[in-house]
């Protein structure tokens, strides 16, 4: 039986290229692109077996929570603060939360079912030719940055594991809600240490007390995908597989 048209939106982005590669892994034959009108979808074109399959659409589409109890781990009922993303002019995350709260009002005055899935730093091999924002993270830090990423860091998802996660999410049709989507929750300067560790050749800069102040540390935070089936992406390999990725695209 053929399967139903998808449409990915930011569909040429760090992410959204994962969503459409992994959309064609599994076996969808529609897939209908949107982009940012006169951004450059050419990679998308370029994915093994995308011959025919993708449509492209331009179109213009409109976490940070320094409130969260400390010691308490985070959950999907954490929502980003806008008073504080306002207040340091962190327009992003306004935007990005707005959209959602946007769309859970429409869902109950409709009554349709939305599904929504919340990523931490994705990292993983580059598939557009640009470098996203959090991808920079991590090549900022090889580079010896001393950004504490205070105020947005939780963690970090291999991308792929992110597409997996939304095509999961959309293939079934009981789901309902919000889905963190993270392997483990945990300070940056853990983060750093690691990276450290495996790439001793760079100077990284050590971080001697915590980063992101009352933060719990949770290895199981996206349990409701985890019970879903969905296995998470050692951080080791994620971050090896983008280092040698930033090497490949002349970023590092």
């Not at 969808?28 to 659409?57: Q, V």
Request: proline letters at 5%; hydrophobic letters at 40%; a negative charge.
């Amino acid at each position: 039986m053929a399967k139903e048209t998808v449409c990915v939106t930011g569909a040429n982005g760090f992410i959204g290229s994962w969503i459409v590669r992994t959309l064609i892994e599994k076996g969808y034959t529609k897939i209908h692109a949107s982009i940012y009108p006169g951004s450059d979808p050419t990679h998308l074109l370029k994915l093994p077996g995308s011959d025919s399959k993708i449509e492209i659409f331009e179109a213009d589409l409109l976490d940070s929570n320094p409130n969260w109890p400390e010691r308490v781990p985070v959950d999907e009922s954490s929502w980003t603060d806008l008073d504080f993303c306002k207040s340091m002019q962190k327009w992003y995350p306004v935007s990005k939360t707005l959209a959602e709260k946007a769309a859970w009002e429409f869902s109950e005055k409709h009554g349709t079912n939305i599904v929504t899935i919340h990523p931490s730093t994705c990292l993983g091999p580059l598939l557009q030719p640009n470098l996203n924002a959090s991808c920079a993270v991590l090549l900022q830090l090889l580079q010896g940055s001393t950004e504490t990423q205070e105020h947005y860091w939780l963690g970090v998802v291999h991308v792929r594991d992110v597409a997996k996660g939304q095509v999961m999410l959309f293939e079934k049709p009981e789901a309902s809600g919000r889905f963190l989507c993270t392997n483990g929750i945990y300070q940056f300067s853990e983060f750093a240490a690691l990276v450290s560790k495996l790439f001793p050749e760079f100077s990284i800069h050590k971080f001697d007390k915590e980063t992101q102040p009352g933060l719990t540390s949770c290895h199981d935070a996206a349990k409701r995908l985890i019970e879903l089936g969905l296995v998470f992406t050692d951080v080791e390999d994620a971050v090896k597989e983008t280092v040698q990725s930033l090497r490949e695209k002349g970023f590092l």
